[in-house]
T-cell receptor, first 115, second 112 residues
Framework: ETGVTQTPRHLVMGMTNKKSLKCEQHLGHNAMYWYKQSAKKPLELMFVYSLEERVENNSVPSRFSPECPNSSHLFLHLHTLQPEDSALYLC??????????????FGNGTRLTVT | QKEVEQDPGPLSVPEGAIVSLNCTYSNSAFQYFMWYRQYSRKGPELLMYTYSSGNKEDGRFTAQVDKSSKYISLFIRDSQPSDSATYLCAMSRIDSNYQLIWGAGTKLIIKP
């Protein structure tokens, strides 16, 4: 496996369910990110982790809970979601956060539908 | 007013045409400018990256930054059907700790 891998690719969940999104990077990077992508809207940065420490939390509702157990893995735990949370959730990694010569490498995303 | 404006398209052009994709922005503090390409059902991938003003060329792609007009462009020469994708611009300030500000993306369709 190379690059950034996200599972599952698709997820349908009810508003009362609890689920988790998983991201794994095989690039030896030190920073990992969660982004939300909605149709015809700019990417929204949700969380940034640098060396497993959360360095950014962009006023994301508490029904989204990130976890970074090590520099290769990132999770997004979901509970009590709303239909407007339906979107493509993208994980990304970079060599370092805040380094402009360190581009983002994205996974292919998890398409989440909340019913 | 959005910080970054990008026409969502779709922009449909015949194969071989020169394509011009553009973003305008309002924050004069932006210094780093990037173009990402996103194929259907894939994540974005970095295409071009420029600092401050000027041009940068990579094969058939040219990125141009005009800071006086707060306008960036991506030109694609000899466009191919494989260039069909959504193109996202992104930019950041030098002190933003990698808080990229994104455009909404332009969907490009190259017709064979």
């Amino acid at each position: 496996e190379t690059g950034v891998t996200q599972t599952p690719r698709h997820l349908v969940m009810g508003m009362t369910n609890k689920k988790s999104l998983k991201c794994e990077q095989h690039l030896g990077h030190n920073a990992m990110y969660w982004y939300k992508q909605s149709a015809k809207k700019p990417l929204e940065l949700m969380f940034v982790y640098s060396l497993e420490e959360r360095v950014e939390n962009n006023s994301v509702p508490s029904r989204f809970s990130p976890e970074c157990p090590n520099s290769s893995h990132l999770f997004l735990h979901l509970h009590t979601l709303q239909p407007e949370d339906s979107a493509l959730y993208l994980c990304a990694s970079s060599q370092a956060s805040g380094d402009y010569n360190s581009p983002l490498h994205f996974g292919n995303g998890t398409r989440l539908t909340v019913t | 007013q959005k910080e970054v404006e990008q026409d969502p398209g779709p922009l449909s052009v015949p194969e071989g045409a020169i394509v011009s994709l553009n973003c305008t922005y309002s924050n004069s503090a932006f210094q780093y400018f990037m173009w990402y390409r996103q194929y259907s059902r894939k994540g974005p991938e970095l295409l071009m990256y420029t600092y401050s003003s000027g041009n940068k060329e990579d094969g058939r792609f040219t990125a141009q930054v005009d800071k006086s007009s707060k306008y960036i462009s991506l030109f694609i020469r000899d466009s191919q059907p494989s260039d069909s994708a959504t193109y996202l611009c992104a930019m950041s300030r030098i002190d933003s700790n990698y808080q990229l500000i994104w455009g909404a993306g332009t969907k490009l369709i190259i017709k064979p």
